[in-house]
């Protein structure tokens, strides 16, 4: 059982290019989850997704895109890459409906830097 | 509206030491509580929970936590601070459902430094 697993683990590029980050979780989760974490800032929510197909924004989803087309994946995706996205990104996934006391569950994070 | 307030960004103790990290919330609905634990390079990973069930919650490696309504606090202690309990650790309030999924939000985390 690997969990949620992310890719890559680090990236580094610049301005204007465009990138992926894949999540995928091996626990049959209906939710999923994609947090940006900042210093001094805590986690915050870029987008959500209730189930397969389905996706919503969170708090910070400017200059971000998901898709959500198998179950067990949900990408992220950054069309032109900005320095203001410099940042770890997690993706996280939870069962049970999505009930409100449900722990959460991450992957390892990638760390991406927009020079 | 729900948030949470974690008082000092960096904690040290010495081995051996009470840890004792501090989380207030504001909730307009009954809260749940959450205490995730984040080592170096590594994502967060749950230590304990608050779902009513009692005020006192233990969790993994020894931590505890005490939910205090009259307080609006959920502080994370241990009474022993070991070398790898040096980590980040983030109080997080769950009370919305919101969208039909559950809204999160964490506060801006607190570096436990154990010093041998």
């Known amino acids: 059982n690997a969990g949620v697993t992310q890719t890559p683990k680090f990236r580094v590029l610049k301005t204007g290019q465009s990138m992926t980050l894949l999540c995928a979780q091996d626990?049959?989760?209906?939710?999923m989850y994609w947090y940006r974490q900042d210093p001094g800032m805590g986690l915050r929510l870029i987008h959500y997704s209730v189930g397969e197909g389905t996706t919503a924004k969170g708090e910070v989803p400017d200059g971000y895109n998901v898709s959500r087309l198998k179950k067990q994946n949900f990408l992220l995706g950054l069309e032109s890459a900005a320095p203001s996205q410099t940042s770890v990104y997690f993706c996280?996934?939870?069962?049970?409906?999505?009930?409100?006391?449900?722990?959460?569950?991450f992957g390892p994070g990638t760390r991406l830097t927009v020079l | 509206a729900q948030s949470v307030t974690q008082l000092g960004s960096h904690v040290s103790v010495s081995e051996g030491a009470l840890v004792l990290l501090r989380c207030n919330y504001s909730?307009?609905?009954?809260?749940?509580l959450f205490w995730y634990v984040q080592y170096p390079n590594q994502g967060l990973q749950l230590l304990l929970k608050?779902?009513?069930?009692?005020?006192l919650v233990k969790g993994i490696n020894g931590f505890e936590a005490e939910f205090k309504k009259s307080e609006t606090s959920f502080h994370l202690t241990k009474p022993s601070a070991h070398m790898s309990d040096a980590a980040e650790y983030f109080c997080?309030?769950?009370?919305?459902?919101?969208?039909?999924?559950?809204?999160?939000?964490f506060g801006t985390g607190t570096k436990l430094q154990v010093i041998p």
């Open positions: 608050y779902t009513s069930a009692a005020t």
């Open positions: 996280a996934s939870t069962g049970g409906r999505g009930a409100i006391d449900n722990e959460q569950f």
């Open positions: 997080a309030v769950s009370a919305a459902r919101t969208g039909g999924y559950q809204k999160v939000t």
């Open positions: 909730s307009s609905v009954p809260p749940y």
């Open positions: 626990m049959n989760h209906e939710y």
